[in-house]
C-alpha cells in the first residue's frame, strides 16, 4: 500500500548508465571530428595525389645573363613535422620561353658565373608574387651551361621541374638562357610531394565520419536509457469509503 507523499525509486544503475553513455559519445565525437578535420585539411593541402604547390614569384633579369637563388634552403636542421624521407622537394620553372634550369652547390656556380652579369635574389614576396633580387654587374659571357659537369640536376624547357636537395650544404638554383644570352624570366613554384598525404587524408575523414556516426548511436542510446529508467511519481491513494 502506497504512503503519501512517498518517492518513487530512483534507479541509479540506469542514471549511471545514461551518464556513462554520454559522456562516451560525446567524448568518441569529439575524437571523430578532430580526426575528420585532419583529414579534410590533409586532403585540402595535398589532394589525393599528396602533392602541394606554393607559387614563390617571378624571376626577371632583363639586363643580365642569368638568375641566381642562394638563399632558398632547407636543411635537415630545419624543424619539420615529419621524416625528411617521407616527402620529395622540387622547383618547378615556367615561362613563355625555353630555359635552361640547374641546381648546383654555391661554390660552383658562383664559380662559373664569375664576370658574368646576373640577378642575385635577396628575398620572395609570395604575396605579391614578386622576388626581390640585386644586380651583379659583370661583361663576361658564360660557356654555355649544360656543357657544364658540377650541377646535381638540370632541365631544359618552358615547364621544367628540377631536384631540390634537403641537406646541410648551400645549395643554388641558376636560370638562365640556353646559350646564355641576356633577358630572362620565369616564375618559379615549390612542388612538395607527400606520398602517404592522399591516403592519409582519405583515411582520417573516412575513420572520423565512421567514429561520429558511432557516437550518435551511442548518444541516442543514452537519451532513450534515460527515458526508460524514469518512472511516474506514486499515486495518492484513493480516499475511503464511509
Not at 632558398?72 to 620561353?97: A, C, H, K, N, Y
Amino acid at each position: 500500500m502506497s504512503v503519501p507523499g512517498q518517492a518513487a525509486a530512483v534507479d541509479y544503475g540506469g542514471q549511471v548508465k545514461r551518464v556513462v553513455l554520454g559522456i562516451l559519445g560525446a567524448v568518441l565525437g569529439l575524437a571523430g571530428l578532430g580526426l575528420f578535420a585532419v583529414g579534410a585539411i590533409l586532403l585540402t593541402v595535398f589532394g589525393t595525389d599528396g602533392r602541394a604547390t606554393v607559387p614563390i614569384g617571378t624571376l626577371d633579369a632583363q639586363d643580365g645573363r642569368a638568375v641566381v637563388v642562394t638563399d632558398f634552403q632547407i636543411s635537415s636542421s630545419t624543424p619539420v613535422p615529419f621524416d625528411e624521407s617521407w616527402f620529395d622537394l622540387q622547383l618547378q620553372v615556367t615561362g613563355d620561353d625555353a630555359h635552361f634550369v640547374g641546381v648546383a652547390p654555391k661554390a660552383d656556380s658562383l664559380r662559373y658565373l664569375q664576370g658574368v652579369p646576373y640577378q642575385l635574389v635577396t628575398g620572395f614576396d609570395s604575396s605579391q608574387d614578386v622576388i626581390k633580387a640585386t644586380s651583379i654587374p659583370g661583361d663576361a659571357r658564360p660557356s654555355p651551361p649544360a656543357d657544364q659537369t658540377f650541377w646535381t640536376d638540370q632541365q631544359t624547357g618552358t615547364d621544367v621541374r628540377v631536384q631540390w636537395p634537403v641537406s646541410d650544404t648551400d645549395t643554388t638554383l641558376v636560370v638562365m638562357d640556353e646559350d646564355g644570352s641576356t633577358g630572362v624570366t620565369a616564375a618559379v613554384s615549390v612542388l612538395l610531394t607527400v606520398s602517404w598525404a592522399g591516403a592519409a587524408g582519405i583515411g582520417l575523414a573516412i575513420t572520423g565520419l565512421l567514429i561520429v556516426v558511432i557516437a550518435i548511436v551511442i548518444l541516442v542510446l543514452a537519451f532513450r536509457a534515460g527515458n526508460d529508467n524514469a518512472q511516474p511519481p506514486a499515486a495518492w491513494p484513493a480516499p475511503m469509503q464511509g
